[in-house]
Nanobody, 126 residues
Framework: VQLQASGGGLVQAGDSLRLSCAASGRTFNKYAMGWFRQAPGKERELVAAISRSFAFSSYGDSVKGRFTISRDNAKNTVYLQMNNLKPEDTAVYLC????????????????????WGQGTQVTVSS
């Protein structure tokens, strides 16, 4: 599967953005999906992940209550709605996919993901 992330940009603190990650192929519903981010000099960290069945999700502690992950299997797309953005959210956001999980499992470990998109830059000014 190939992944194409979009929707990043430059915003002010308190603003919202919605990222999209479009996947190629016809087996999108076989993939658990995740959003990760990486800021300069920092390790890649989990932002949010969602199960194949989209019934289960998990969030990084720093974004809980502000970000929401969702997926539309008919459109082969996973979304990340980001509200009340903060300067510390500035990073390259990457989407990832893995077909190594059963339907109800949320994959939060970066090493379990086999497919990565190119990333989209999110910059939040104070």
């Amino acid at each position: 599967v190939q992944l194409q992330a979009s929707g990043g940009g430059l915003v002010q603190a308190g603003d919202s953005l919605r990222l999209s990650c479009a996947a190629s192929g016809r087996t999108f519903n076989k993939y658990a999906m995740g959003w990760f981010r990486q800021a300069p000099g920092k390790e890649r960290e989990l932002v949010a992940a969602i199960s194949r069945s989209f019934a289960f999700s998990s969030y990084g502690d720093s974004v809980k209550g502000r970000f929401t992950i969702s997926r539309d299997n008919a459109k082969n797309t996973v979304y990340l709605q980001m509200n009340n953005l903060k300067p510390e959210d500035t990073a390259v956001y990457l989407c990832a996919a893995t077909d190594r999980a059963i339907a109800s499992v949320v994959v939060t470990d970066t090493t379990q993901y086999d497919h990565w998109g190119q990333g989209t830059q999110v910059t939040v000014s104070s």
